[in-house]
């Protein structure tokens, strides 16, 4: 059974010109463990996918269709109460994007993590307590630092006590959103193996959200490359940097410099990633393809099953199969 | 690329002063300053794109701005194209600007909301009276987009930045600096603010009038996979220092100052088969207002020894212009 399930999901945000068509029909499966890299440039529809399987969606943007299931449990049609006891932050938890600026500057960070522990779980604040110093011993920070205030901790440490408070309930299922994207290299690293260890040691089922194919690389078992809304490939990791067959795949892995290669030009994909308020007809890459045939603005390409564990949405692959 | 140096920074410092409630004020009598940049000292020569690299913090925007005199430098020379730049008077440095540019970070802060296309790009031919009608201006205008690739020219001069994508932008902003046809530009991250796709784009478009008016380049970035790949030379900074200098090559593959070595190992790799980063250096880059004595780096250096805690290093030359501010490397 997979832990995490996303059939044809379709979430949109109205505005005053239209919907926008964030996440348009997306798949996604998760098995237990798993550690996935979700990739994608901004505005593509990975942080709106990780909102939608939180609830955590704005005002303005809906679900319209599709199912998210957890544990074959449709979390959709959950009512926000059991929802909110049962689910948020106990069995999924969410580390936010900028998550080090997330903390509240006048409570200590103890302090913050007790509390959501006490409002999930009959404890005592006292436990709660010893329990998120346990969390930060689990991160490496120093237990002591459980009495200090934001601005007393440096731009790593904050990270990892937010990564801290989004184990505090004992999750499986954990989404990360772009975790290192505001720390230095050195830091980022640190932050990347303890995300890494965790995942391990803890067993967790892990979605990292990030535009950063390299920290993908060095992270995660399984990737879903998404463009414009949709995932266009998934794959286990070796094979999507070995064997890319999606043109996006393809441009935006050749886009993406690696420090181990030889100077080289750095490539570009021609055009800008599309409107979602009137995204284009057919596969959505068609615009910015290469290899755009007659086909490719009329059909929407389904998905090839390649091997098994390895999928793309491309009508190359139909034509040449 | 030949040998004379465009620019020459002679022991360039900056320092800020820290800022403290009146009542410390008026009790201490030391002030303390922010040393973001502390005695640094590179040249570049004609042609070439010189990368200056490090973690946020370690004073390379700062060095940037202060050798175009953005910032006061509060000691130190710079030389561009041989006359010493921090001696020159208001309206003499008003005509060194037309040769001397920058290109920001932040397209969505370094250009005007309220103004169109035309009148960003428009704007520094007429502070510097490069044009004598507003045909000429015109002309001047549509050819500086067509070299940003900005065309049809006309669809984009009654802009307003809000009609254009973040990419766009930056291409304006690159527009309005190539229109003085300066011989040396300092680019302050200029792409880190775009995505993957479009990054090599706006990268081509500055080097491509590179190559067609030979500009000089200090590249600042703190992506050393990208600095791999566009800078000839680059410098990496610690705390306000040069740590190490050499050519980019060398830089990557045979570091020699330990904060190289740690930045270049935690540069993560797209490559999943790549063994993962296993030493990573613990800590983090401290404050910059009293930095530890000896050589800055020597709280989180597994090397450090009793001198390193006692004496700074100085930047000398280890191999073929390979410059190395480390005790050990000796």
Known sequence: MKILDVQDLKTYYSTLKGDVKAVDDVWLQMDRGEALGLVGESGCGKTTLALAIMRLLPWNGRIVEGKIRLDDVDIISLDEKTFDKDYRWKRMSYIFQGAMNALNPVFKVGDQIAEAITIHEDVEKKEALERARELFKLVGIDPERVTSYPHELSGGMKQRAMIAMALACNPDFIIADEPTTALDVIVQAQTLKVINDLQKNLGLTMMLITHDLSVVAQTCTTCAIMYAGNIVEYSDIETIFKDPVHPYTRALISAFPSIKEDRREMKSIAGVPPNLLNPPTGCRFNPRCPNRMDVCNKEKPEYTELNENHLAACHLLTKEA | ?330
């Open chain 2, 1 to 330: 690329m030949n040998g004379e140096a465009e620019l020459k920074v002679v022991n360039l410092r900056k320092w800020f002063p820290v800022r403290k409630g009146i009542v410390s004020t008026l009790l201490s009598r030391k002030t303390e300053y922010v040393r973001a940049v502390d005695d640094v000292s590179f040249e570049v020569k004609k042609g070439e794109i010189f990368g200056l690299a490090g973690e946020s913090g370690c004073g390379k925007t700062t060095t940037g701005k202060t050798i175009l005199r953005l910032l006061e430098p509060t000691s130190g020379e710079v030389y561009f194209e041989g006359r010493n730049i921090t001696s020159l008077n208001k309206v003499e440095m008003k005509k060194m600007r037309r040769k001397m540019q920058i290109v920001y970070q932040d397209p969505y802060q370094s250009i005007n909301p309220r103004m169109t296309v035309f009148d960003i790009i428009s704007e520094p031919i007429s502070v510097h009276k490069l044009a004598d009608s507003l045909a000429e201006t015109e002309e001047v205008v549509y050819k500086s987009l067509e070299e940003v690739e900005l065309v049809p020219a006309e669809d984009f001069v009654e802009r307003f930045p809000h009609e254009l994508s973040g990419g766009q932008r930056q291409r304006v902003a690159i527009a309005r600096t190539m229109v003085l046809q300066p011989s040396f530009i300092v680019a302050d991250e200029p792409i880190s603010m775009l995505d993957v796709s479009i990054r090599a784009g706006i990268l081509k478009v500055m080097l491509k009038t590179k190559e067609a008016q030979g500009i000089t380049y200090i590249f600042i970035t703190h992506d050393l996979a990208y600095a791999r790949h566009i800078c000839h030379r680059g410098a990496i900074m610690y705390l306000g220092k040069i740590v190490e200098m050499a050519s980019m090559d060398n830089l990557v593959k045979n570091p020699i100052h330990p904060y190289t070595n740690a930045l270049m190992i935690a540069v993560p790799v797209p490559d999943p088969t790549y063994e993962k980063a296993r030493a990573i250096i613990g800590g983090e880059v401290p404050t910059p207002i009293n930095p530890p004595p000896g050589c800055r780096f020597n709280p989180r250096c597994s090397k450090a020894s009793e001198i390193c805690r006692r004496e700074d290093p100085e930047l000398l030359e280890m191999g073929t212009r390979h410059f190395v501010a480390c005790h050990h490397a000796i």
